[in-house]
Each structure stands twice: as C-alpha cells, then as structure tokens.
C-alpha cells in the first residue's frame, strides 16, 4: 500500500514539473511580444494584391526568367510583359506561360509603409526590417524558405522591394504539363 501511496506521490510530482515546464515554454514564446521585445512579425495584408491606403502588402508574383546577376536585375521595378507569368494576388494560379525545361526565379514584389520598416531615429528605410518566407513544394522549396530582398525604390511613404529566389544560382525548371504553385508565402517585417 506504501508502494502504491509513493508512486502515486511520484507521478503526481512528475505530472507537476512537466505542467510547470510547459507553462514556462508558453511563456517564453508570448512574454517577448507583450513586453514590446522586438521580433519578426507576419504582416496580415500579405495575401491582398491591393492593400489599401497606406498599408503594407504584396503587389505581384512573377515566375521571372532566370537572371545571371539578380540583386542587380530584380533592383528594378519590374513588369508582367517580361514575366513568364504574373499574379496579382496570392491564392491562383498565375496568367502567362511557365516554359519547361527552362531556368527561371520567382519574384514577389511588396511594399512596406514606415509602420513596418522606416527607422525614425535614424530617419531611413531599412531593408534588414524586412522577410519574405516562401513555400513551394512542387519546386523543392521546404516551408518558410527565406527569399533574397532587393530594394526597388521608397518616398515618404512606403518602401518598395522585390523578394527573389532562384535555386542557389541556377534557377527552377518545370517539366511539360507542370505548374508552378506558390504553396505559401509570408511577408514579415521586424518590430
């Protein structure tokens, strides 16, 4: 009877210190952010092609065709007529032709307002206060892969960038009758 008493005691404790771990955990996760602790933040107009008045959010996907020397060629404030294929919202497919077997990046172009990336102590937009994570599974692509970033342009209100990736240098290729189909893709800013 001892026994059973001690083990009862014993797993009563265990149950204890693992529920007072797991409240530490939550914690750990939620106490940052309410204490006003920077962090990179999921900006929610990321999945409207208009975001309206002066928010922040993603303008156009294009399926690009692949560049040599892309911080240089995506710095640009690119067009559908050069694209392969364009979409201006995220969920659908994309209007255009992907052509197999040919290299090409993806480029997602967004613009931030100064809530999500302007420095006013410093009084400059900065770019380090910018992500795009991306997620392609029929292109190889693993959840939230982080995408390069270049600067398009900025004024007084918003800053513009373009999100890349082109496959470590050599670009994606599709097979005949594949598609591309950007599973997810996440516009963060660091605040």
Known sequence: MKEQTNAKKLTFTAVLVCGLIAGMMVMVQVLPNQLGIPGWHTIASAADSNPGTGASGVLDIFVYPHQATPGTAYAANLSAGAAYAERNTLNGACSGNVPYATAFDLVIKCRYNATHAYNTTGSLWMLSWTQGLITC?????????????????????????????????????ITHGQVVNVTSFKMQAYY
């Open 137 to 173: 599974a029929n292109l190889g692509i693993g959840a939230d892969t982080t995408m390069s970033v270049v600067k398009i342009g900025s004024n007084a209100t918003y800053l513009w960038v373009n999100f890349y990736i082109n496959n470590g240098g050599s670009g994606y290729t």
